[in-house]
């Protein structure tokens, strides 16, 4: 097991290694982060005196390895557009960034699993078929868009929830409710499949003949084993909503990550945004990380094979 | 020989079976696959309305009432015609500063296309050339490209697509760049898993013992094999990379106005929701037509193509 976790640790270092190689090369070669800075119409002695001063000016291998460097070592830079620490906005906008995740997770697993048994246990029947109508109309349907209807549902004709805004908890169902139907349709069909091949499975089979029957044998038997690459899945959902709030917040006006990107983006401070998307794809990996380790304690064969 | 024996000979030789009958097997493939997509009314949904809005996209200069971009301050947020105040001359009613709603509605069907078709080209052509690589070659070109595929899917790819079109200047040809970059791991995961299946059956090794080249293989044997399943990933890329498209738009690192981009109008929208709710739901009405359209197109070859994967 722990032979296991060490080689999954090792691939996820690897893989954090190239893909903070790959934004800071994507990032630094379609632009002139000085330039960027100094303004598009900047006199070409101040754009000089920005390059040499934030060190634009070094040899490429060089700035990413003295950037890497600092980066591991807790450093993430200051950023001259938000006048503060790197690590000081991350901290003080992730909070909200992770409570709508994880309240959008609620929400997928709330609908998501429910209607994957669902239709599991009929399958091809009416009830199978208008779960997967909702699935794939979930799947059509631009969050961003979804959000602005919900808006005029609930906060204008209806109101019940806020328009806008993170100072209470009222404030994050809407924005959960849009961030948590963009995973439904994967996770109800991921849910749907495994239950219906477990269903069909020898054991289950056994479980029937020994006079198991409905709940009982869903939970005991069934979805105990359907359950395993739903757990994957969702670790690695949890890890997409982080960039995937984005929209979410800007919508909603919630100070999160997502927002903070986004005007990060829109102030041309670069070096700012490339270190949040770092930061966006090392929590991934740490979920994916996670994931294959619980998959593994769970299940002998993957950590053997 | 009597007569009678000439006779009855003759009449053998008249209903005896045509020599050497091969049963067609291509053509009773192509019926039985008629035959699957005329029982598929998801498939036949989602062709029409993809067929419709292609239509809608070729001849929209015929088809828009208006000039898209002609501003008319004098017939600002016009509602539709059929609710009050509503005018028959702007049948979906007008914009913040008085363009036809309904025109820049179909105009912006082009937009939604193009980048669809385009970015899902694009990424087409680089998830296929990995994937056909990786599970043809196998070994290290395949942990190679397993690699590559593990970093990509760990980037955050809206926020990574609005970083660089944002940078590098926000235009249609950019965007469908960044958005077909950026979108190709879906091609992989399928081509690489087949390719492995097909590189071990007999015609593949058949080619090889005939002297074949590694390119010839690679196209007449491998490719032609991977056709159904590389259309069905492009149907549904096309969805995704609308809704990409319509989502950098939305947010302002996107189509840039005045282009009459469904994402873009639903962002000039949101000012007004509140009053003049249709400027939002209309376009988001148009993106959800053309992506379940796609879906629908995408589940619907997917089943008549492969049909023992239907569950």
Known sequence: ?305 | MTNQDKTLAAGLAATAPPPAAEPDFDAQRRQAFWRRVRGHRGLQAGAAILLALLAVAVFAPWLAPHDPNAQSLAYRLLPPAWSEGGSWTYLLGTDQVGRDYLSRLIYGTRISLVVGFGAASIGCLIGVTLGVCAGYFGGRIDSLVSFLLTSQLALPGLLLAMALVFIIGPSLWVVIGIIGGLHWTYYLVVTRTSTMRLRQLDFVAAARAIGSSRRQILWHEILPNLLNQIIVVFTFEVGIAVLAEAALSFLGVGIQPPTPSWGLMIAEGKMAIFHRPWLVVLPGMALFLLVIGANLLGDGLRDVTSPEKRN
């Open chain 1, 1 to 305: 097991m722990l032979r296991f976790a060490l080689k999954r640790l090792g691939l996820a270092v690897l893989v954090a290694l190239a893909v903070s190689f790959a934004t800071f090369l994507l990032l630094n070669l379609a632009t002139d982060p000085a330039q960027a800075i100094a303004g598009e119409n900047a006199e070409p002695e101040l754009v000089a005196q920005i390059r040499h001063e934030y060190g634009f000016d070094r040899p490429f291998m060089e700035r990413y390895g003295s950037w890497l460097a600092d980066a591991v070592r807790g450093d993430f830079g200051r950023s001259y557009y938000w006048h503060d620490s790197v690590s000081q906005l991350v901290l003080k906008h992730a909070p909200p960034t992770i409570r709508l995740a994880l309240m959008a997770l609620m929400v997928t697993v709330l609908v998501a699993i429910p209607l994957g048994v669902i239709a599991a246990l009929r399958p091809n029947s009416a009830v199978d078929r208008l779960a997967l109508g909702i699935a794939v109309s979930a799947q059509a349907i631009p969050n961003f868009w979804l959000g602005l209807m919900l808006v005029i549902l609930f906060s204008v004709m209806l109101p019940i929830f806020p328009v806008s805004g993170d100072t209470s908890w009222l404030h994050y169902v809407l924005p959960a409710l849009v961030l948590g139907t963009s995973s439904v349709p994967a996770v109800m069909r991921l849910t749907r499949a495994g239950l219906i091949e477990v269903m069909g499975s020898d054991y289950v089979r056994t479980a029937r003949a020994k006079g198991y029957r409905g709940i009982e044998l869903l939970a005991r038997h069934a979805l105990r084993n359907a359950i395993l690459p739903i757990v994957s899945v969702l670790a690695v959902q949890l890890g997409q909503k982080f960039g995937g709030s984005v929209i979410v917040e800007s919508i909603f006006a919630i100070n999160g990550l997502g927002r903070l990107t986004l005007q990060s983006i829109l102030g041309s401070d670069i070096p700012t945004v490339q270190m949040l998307i770092f930061i966006f794809a090392i929590v991934f990996i740490l979920m994916n990380f996670l994931a294959d380790v619980l998959n593994a304690l769970l299940d002998p064969r993957i950590r053997m094979g």
